[in-house]
């Protein structure tokens, strides 16, 4: 109920809606209002008694005055009676001079004559004198009253005393609870301070997070520079090994080629020789066979004493040499074409393999060319890949980047709100001491809360320019811890060739850490 009717009151007054928010000191801040407002109104207490106090100084004389006056009329009055009593204004009823009859004034001398039916007579000399001695007990009565008052306690000394007794509580009770402003103050502080901490945190994790995942934006676009600089230089190597390969490939087959002119030249030896050898057989059967034949036609033709039985066997013999003649001389034809084919055919086979080999060693740069063709396209599509992936990140990074400074302009506006927050507080708290008249910690605060906030974004800017070489953080141990927890997260995904690759993008070692896993 009280912090609503603050609230009420504040809206009232015309206080902005966004200073009606509190920090953690604010209730705090109110028991010390409070508290303030208590001492003030014991301090008004204070007051009124010690006018009090004053007043009765000025009572207690006025009374002594009184005292010494009814002494002095006593004394009077004494001597005005022993006139009286002398002179015979002196009451026969009731025994009393007339001065002490009007010492009243309620009624005059003769009125009481009156009233009590006395007459005038004048007093004995033993009447005179017991009235004179009543006189002087009463004057000494009156001079012992007046001795008491003045040096024994009476109702204005107890009254003072009571109002010291007051005015003493009331300070002591003033005191306490200045001293417990004074602790309450230091208390606000504390929470106060222990707030900024708190909220900053969370306030700058929002930064931390973004600014830990544009790092690690930072790093992909490191990763891939890394890899399109491996690639090129895979490129330069697979080409340069490619080329070589297929230089050795057309030298095989040129190898592979003249050694099938060798072969086929020691074939054409070899085919020539069993030719020549077959040849000679053939021919020298063939000539066998001839030579035959024509022995028995000469028998035939000068032997005339041939049976008819004999020329028979002989035409016999004869018809079946010249078959067999014939037949010689198809085997050496055949063999002749046959030998001619083979022969034939190596030689083509000889000119074909030196045409290869022709083509192969005019054409190795081409033939070079055509395959390095294939594996420069697919090098291509593997940068065009990182390429692209480039780009995106770049994108991202410039996103990301722009995520950082929006984020920043949201703290800083936090900032300023809380910051409008606690000076209206430290107004009320600056107030409500100087109403209490003590000093306060506490007033500070505002400038603690800015401190700590300040602190928290130059940490980030600090964390911002120092990724790339994994400079030390000094004094920013908790914004370190939530930074390395979102930075390890992203990390953490990276496989074993991207964090080689990360590694080697760094001057320093910084990823050796990352590289297992980091678990810290």
């Not at 007579?121 to 009156?142: C, F, G, N, W």
């Not at 007033?443 to 602190?455: C, H, K, M, P, S």
């Amino acid at each position: 109920m009280k912090l609503i009717s603050m609230l009420v009151a504040a809206i009232l007054a015309g206080t902005p809606l966004q200073l009606l928010a509190q920090t953690a000191g604010a209730g705090t801040l109110s028991t010390i209002e409070s508290l303030a407002t208590t001492i003030q109104a014991n301090d008004e207490k204070i007051g009124a008694l010690n006018r009090q106090h004053l007043e009765s100084y000025d009572a207690e004389n006025q009374k002594l005055l009184a005292l010494k006056k009814k002494l002095n009329d006593l004394i009077a009055e004494k001597a005005n009676a022993l006139r009286e009593l002398r002179s015979g204004l002196y009451c026969s009823q009731c025994k009393r001079p007339k001065s002490e009859i009007e010492r009243g004034g309620s009624e005059t001398y003769q009125g009481h004559l009156r009233r009590v039916n006395g007459v005038s007579v004048p007093a004995t000399k033993e009447h005179i004198d017991s009235k004179m001695a009543e006189y002087d007990r009463l004057i000494a009565a009156q001079e012992e009253l007046i001795k008491k008052f003045q040096t024994e306690e009476n109702e204005f000394t107890r009254k003072r005393a009571d109002i010291d007794k007051q005015m003493n509580e009331l300070r002591g009770k003033t005191d306490d609870m200045r001293a417990k402003i004074v602790a309450l103050s230091k208390d606000y502080k504390d929470k106060v301070v222990q707030e900024a901490k708190s909220i900053t945190l969370t306030w700058v994790d929002e930064i931390l997070r973004t600014l830990a995942e544009k790092h690690y934006a930072e790093d992909r676009i490191n990763i891939i520079n890394v890899k399109l600089s491996e690639l090129q230089q895979e490129e330069a190597k697979a080409l340069s090994e490619l080329k070589e390969k297929v230089a050795k490939k057309v030298e095989q087959d040129k190898k592979q080629f003249n050694e099938k002119i060798t072969t086929n030249r020691s074939r054409i030896n070899e085919l020539d020789q069993l030719h020549k050898d077959r040849s000679n057989r053939l021919r020298s059967e063939l000539n066998g066979l001839r030579t035959k034949l024509s022995s028995i036609k000469s028998e035939l033709q000068l032997n005339t004493k041939l049976t008819a039985e004999q020329k028979t066997a002989m035409d016999t013999d004869s018809k079946e040499l010249e078959n067999r003649i014939s037949q010689q001389l198809s085997e050496i034809q055949a063999t002749d074409e046959k030998y001619s084919t083979d022969r034939r055919q190596l030689l083509e086979e000889i000119k074909e393999a030196e045409d290869k080999i022709w083509e192969l060693t005019v054409n190795l740069s081409s033939i070079q060319e055509e395959a390095l063709k294939g594996l420069r396209n697919a090098f291509t599509t593997k940068r065009k890949i990182l390429q692209d992936a480039h780009t995106a990140r770049i994108a991202s990074l410039e996103r990301l980047g722009s995520l950082v400074n929006n984020k920043t302009d949201v703290y800083r506006k936090k900032q300023s709100e809380y910051d409008a927050k606690a000076n209206n507080e430290r107004i009320r708290l600056l107030r409500a001491c100087e109403k209490a008249g003590c000093s306060c910690y506490g007033r500070d605060a505002q400038g603690e809360f800015n401190l700590i906030a300040n602190n928290r974004l130059t940490c980030v800017g600090s964390m911002d320019n120092l990724h790339a070489n994994n400079s030390v953080y000094y004094g920013c141990e908790e914004e370190s811890v939530n930074y390395k927890g979102h930075y390890h997260s992203w990390v953490n995904g990276l496989s074993d060739s991207d964090m080689d690759a990360l590694r080697k993008s760094s001057s320093k070692t910084r990823y050796d850490m990352i590289l297992n896993k980091i678990t810290n």
